[in-house]
């Protein structure tokens, strides 16, 4: 089955701490894989994908085929990194359906 | 993101009503897709297009309809037959070759 997990509901941390969001997959194939984000009252967009292996606002996610995980990590958390952020798979077969998890909010402590 | 537009924010229906979510699109982007936001559980696919006059059902299909007429514009149904309705709706569309989607600012539908 094709699934998407993120264990964590609730990430609560004090600025300048690092971050860990926690994302894993189940999907026989290669997946394509997206971390999205919302910011309180704004639109879900995409923060970053794993093909092009990007810093985004600081955000690093690597995709660990071996243990099927593709966290989202910065090394110094800032305020307005406080969010609502999903990680999607997007199967193969060019549908660009997205699978995404459950979500986890960020809350970034001053 | 302005490109993509949904209507109403809020609606609300008495049960038994089928109701029309709108989402339009100036993007001209190939594929459109519906999703349905509910807490705890992320977004679950419903109904995706990717050109017009074809449509596919998603994950939760059952009680939603749709129609692809325009390349611009991808409406969805909820009908009498979906159980829980109540939800936040999120229409999103994509250029054809690319990755990645982009969101409207959501439905909230409530069912009274």
């Known amino acids: 089955a094709q699934r998407v997990t993120q264990p964590e509901k609730l990430l609560s941390v004090f600025k300048g701490a690092p971050v860990e969001l926690k994302c894993n997959y189940s999907?026989?194939?290669?997946?394509?894989l997206f971390w999205y984000v919302q910011y309180s009252r704004q639109r879900l967009q995409l923060l970053l994908r794993?093909?092009s292996r990007e810093s985004i606002k600081g955000f690093t996610a690597d995709l660990n085929k071996g243990e099927t995980s593709f966290h989202l990590k910065k090394p110094f958390a800032q305020e307005e990194d406080s969010a609502m952020y999903y990680c999607?798979?997007?199967?193969?077969?060019?549908?660009?359906?997205?699978?995404f998890g459950q979500g986890t909010t960020l809350q970034v402590k001053p | 993101d302005g490109g993509i537009t949904q209507s109403p924010k809020y609606l609300f229906r008495k049960e038994g009503q089928n109701v029309t979510l709108s989402c339009e699109q100036n993007?001209?982007?190939?594929?459109m897709y519906w999703y349905r936001q509910d807490p705890g559980q992320g977004l679950r696919l419903i109904y995706y297009?990717?050109?017009?006059?074809?449509?596919q059902k998603g994950d939760i299909a059952e009680g939603y309809s749709v129609s692809r007429e325009k390349k611009e514009s991808f409406p969805l149904t909820v009908t009498s037959a979906q159980k829980n309705p109540t939800a936040f709706y999120l229409c999103?569309?994509?250029?054809?070759?690319?990755?990645?989607?982009?969101f409207g600012p959501g439905t909230r539908l409530t069912v009274l």
């Open positions: 999607a798979l997007s199967p193969s077969g060019n549908t660009g359906k997205l699978i």
């Open positions: 999103a569309s994509k250029l054809s070759g690319t990755d990645t989607q982009y």
């Open positions: 993007l001209n982007h190939d594929a």
């Open positions: 297009s990717q050109i017009v006059n074809d449509f």
């Open positions: 794993h093909i």
């Open positions: 999907y026989s194939g290669s997946p394509e």
